[in-house]
């Protein structure tokens, strides 16, 4: 069976690229968890506002999808879903939720990796939820032509309790030596989690919710307020690219993560960056009218944007006046809308 042990990542010579990564990040969580001091009231909209981009983004991944309205109804529960589409959205929401709120108690064992599993699943009324697998899966590709091909083949059912437990342990280990930074140990934990693909269906979901708890514990913060989901989404082909190289010969102990930690800081710190111009247009809030906030907004974003964009990144002004200021944008011609109904979109003027 692979082994897990983690005591060797502290012996490793990370490239540049890594550290500079890495230090990058501890440098924006600084500026982070000063403003968190400060403004802690002025940052709940920004958790909703990640909440819902976390919970589609990670669910369209996987193909699971419904409209944006109905996604926003949901969660302000003016409805119920009605597909089992919409019955997984909101058991992901669920357990989000749970990590959002109780991270601190939450340990990293297959027990309660299980539960939190059992969560993701309940509303769907999925059976296997809360178990690990009882049949073989496989991680496959389809390529361009339609034939299929298996990309990787996880650990067998028999020896899936027994890995997670390892993996579990290993890393619970790592954290406490204190021997290697945990944002290179959570990406190296996350990709073996995925490797082990530990149960029938649920694993992507519930690796990214995982990357938020171990994230979460170890005091980063960030995706509480920025979508770290929604990130991946939108880079999801680099996301399998990174995988791909990042499990090679893993089975024999020999494959290298390094391709996976690189694209997860990428993210993580992509995510930090955006909660610095968020809070950027929140800081200008107080001193300036809705209508300066948008225009600061559509002046420094490049190409297509949307009207629930401009919502999400003006976070410091209603919904109703940011929406009120980009058709005031519209209508002096400094920005052109496209589109119609729900494909509508917005682009600058000076860049037709």
Same mark, same amino acid.
């Given at each position: 069976?692979?082994?897990?042990?983690?005591?060797?990542?502290?012996?490793?010579?990370?490239?540049?690229?890594?550290?500079?990564?890495?230090?990058?990040?501890?440098?924006?969580?600084?500026?982070?968890?000063?403003?968190?001091?400060?403004?802690?009231? $002025?940052?709940?909209?920004?958790?909703?506002?990640?909440?819902?981009?976390?919970?589609?983004?990670?669910?369209?991944?996987?193909?699971?999808?419904?409209?944006?309205?109905?996604?926003?109804?949901?969660? $302000? /529960?003016?409805?119920?879903?009605?597909?089992?589409?919409?019955?997984?959205?909101?058991?992901?929401?669920?357990?989000?939720?749970?990590?959002?709120?109780?991270?601190?108690?939450?340990?990293?064992?297959?027990?309660?990796?299980?539960?939190?599993?059992?969560?993701?699943?309940?509303?769907? +009324?999925?059976?296997?939820?809360?178990?690990?697998?009882?049949?073989?899966?496989?991680?496959?590709?389809?390529?361009?032509?339609?034939?299929?091909?298996?990309? =990787?083949?996880?650990?067998?059912?028999?020896?899936?309790?027994?890995?997670?437990?390892?993996?579990?342990?290993?890393?619970?280990?790592?954290?406490?030596?204190?021997?290697?930074?945990?944002?290179?140990?959570?990406?190296? =934990?996350?990709? &073996?989690?995925?490797?082990?693909?530990?149960?029938? &269906?649920?694993?992507?979901?519930?690796?990214?919710?995982?990357?938020?708890?171990?994230?979460?514990?170890?005091?980063?913060?960030?995706?509480?307020?920025?979508?770290?989901?929604?990130?991946? /989404?939108?880079?999801?082909?680099?996301?399998?690219?990174?995988? $791909?190289?990042?499990?090679? &010969?893993?089975?024999?102990?020999?494959?290298?993560?390094?391709?996976?930690?690189?694209?997860?800081?990428?993210?993580?710190?992509? %995510?930090?960056?955006?909660?610095?111009?968020?809070? +950027?247009?929140?800081?200008?809030?107080?001193?300036?009218?809705?209508?300066?906030?948008?225009?600061?907004?559509?002046?420094?974003?490049?190409?297509?944007?949307?009207?629930?964009?401009?919502?999400?990144? %003006?976070?410091?002004?209603?919904?109703?006046?940011?929406?009120?200021?980009?058709?005031?944008?519209?209508?002096?011609?400094?920005?052109?809308? /496209?589109?119609?109904?729900?494909?509508? =979109?917005?682009?600058?003027?000076?860049?037709?």
């Amino acid at each position: 069976m692979r082994n897990f042990d983690y005591s060797q990542l502290s012996e490793k010579k990370w490239n540049s690229d890594i550290l500079n990564l890495v230090a990058k990040i501890h440098e924006y969580k600084g500026k982070q968890d000063l403003f968190i001091r400060q403004k802690p009231v $002025e940052l709940n909209r920004l958790v909703e506002i990640a909440k819902i981009q976390s919970t589609e983004a990670s669910n369209k991944i996987e193909g699971i999808v419904t409209t944006s309205t109905r996604m926003k109804q949901l969660f $302000e /529960e003016k409805t119920t879903p009605r597909n089992r589409d919409e019955d997984e959205i909101m058991g992901y929401r669920d357990v989000l939720n749970t990590i959002h709120e109780s991270n601190e108690h939450i340990p990293v064992r297959p027990s309660y990796i299980l539960q939190l599993h059992r969560d993701l699943l309940k509303r769907a +009324g999925f059976s296997f939820g809360g178990h690990f697998k009882n049949v073989q899966n496989y991680i496959n590709e389809m390529r361009p032509d339609g034939t299929v091909i298996t990309r =990787f083949i996880p650990i067998e059912p028999y020896d899936t309790p027994e890995a997670v437990e390892k993996l579990c342990n290993a890393y619970e280990q790592a954290i406490a030596n204190e021997k290697i930074d945990s944002l290179i140990l959570i990406p190296v =934990f996350i990709c &073996d989690f995925l490797c082990i693909h530990p149960f029938n &269906d649920g694993n992507g979901r519930m690796s990214r919710l995982l990357t938020l708890l171990l994230l979460y514990k170890c005091g980063y913060n960030v995706g509480k307020y920025i979508s770290v989901e929604k990130q991946i /989404e939108k880079t999801k082909d680099l996301y399998y690219d990174a995988l $791909e190289e990042a499990d090679k &010969d893993w089975h024999e102990n020999k494959n290298d993560p390094t391709p996976f930690i690189k694209y997860m800081l990428q993210v993580i710190l992509a %995510c930090y960056i955006e909660f610095e111009d968020r809070v +950027g247009m929140m800081r200008g809030s107080s001193t300036s009218k809705a209508y300066d906030i948008v225009r600061q907004y559509v002046e420094e974003k490049i190409g297509k944007f949307t009207g629930a964009d401009v919502v999400s990144h %003006c976070p410091g002004i209603s919904r109703s006046s940011a929406l009120a200021a980009l058709k005031k944008l519209t209508e002096e011609g400094f920005v052109i809308r /496209e589109g119609i109904g729900k494909s509508t =979109f917005y682009v600058r003027a000076d860049s037709k």
